[in-house]
């Protein structure tokens, strides 16, 4: 699927590749119902139901609750079972997760999308342990900082070779990968999560942090688009580069306050941890 080649890329060719995007098999159902439901609402019964109807997903949800990360006492052996040990906000999680990874099936098994996986799940990490630092909502912050890129894997999706060839000869700074993609594709990233999410209803604080990630006059807001941009900045900087000749070198300058001294404050294994959990689920994944 592709949509024109550089030359004369204006209005047309954002709506037409915005059109190519909307053609993608959307994220599992499952994954999307249950982020509309608020999970105080959810009901444990009602919600193992409906992860047991999508039989790869649970499969997928099944070992990531068994993961050597959680160290349960007693393996999980059904989806209500993995409830029960976990909690519901876990698993509901794990939902989207496993969900994310297949997302972009025509790119699956690709590097390029494996690397737009490990970045988000990174990203999601991080952004749930700041929100329980700075009173946000962690379940919220983990969907946000997950789906921020998902916009890369849709277009993964749509034009695998050529986006893949496209991030793996991009620089780390996102403002020139922005411009790269409107120049080669006619729409970025950015534009292309928005619509996705904003497609499938989901909540629009995700619309926003997708839309809004890399805007450096959100970054310094107490809120799940700066904490995203954060996120975002320091799974770059642990080393889950989604840009074939991005650096790892530290954390990246463009962190802002409050978030720079959140950051500092963090004890020094917090990165290395972040690597491991992010290792350990994946590992989890491929068995």
Known sequence: MDVRGTEDLGVGAREEALAALRRLPRLSAVAIQLQLVPHEDLEIDAAAEMIRADAALSADVLRLANSPLFGLGQPANSILHAVVLLGLNRIVAFV???ALRSFGNPARGTEALRRCWRHGLACGLICE???EIVGLDPDIAY???LLHDI???????????????????ATPEPLALLASEQQELGVT???AGACLLRDWRLPEVLVEVAQFHHDPTR?????YIGMAHCGCAMADALGFVVSGKAGVEGLTPDIESPWRGILAGLPEEYGPGIV????????????
């Open 96 to 98: 989207i997760t496993a």
């Open 129 to 131: 342990d700041l929100a």
């Open 143 to 145: 969907t946000a900082g």
């Open 151 to 169: 916009g890369r894997s849709g277009m993964l999706g749509v034009w695998t070779k050529r986006y893949a060839g496209l991030l793996d000869e």
């Open 189 to 191: 990233h950015v534009d």
């Open 219 to 223: 970054a310094g807001v107490t809120d």
């Open 276 to 287: 491991e959990r992010v290792n350990s689920l994946e590992g989890s994944l491929l068995r």
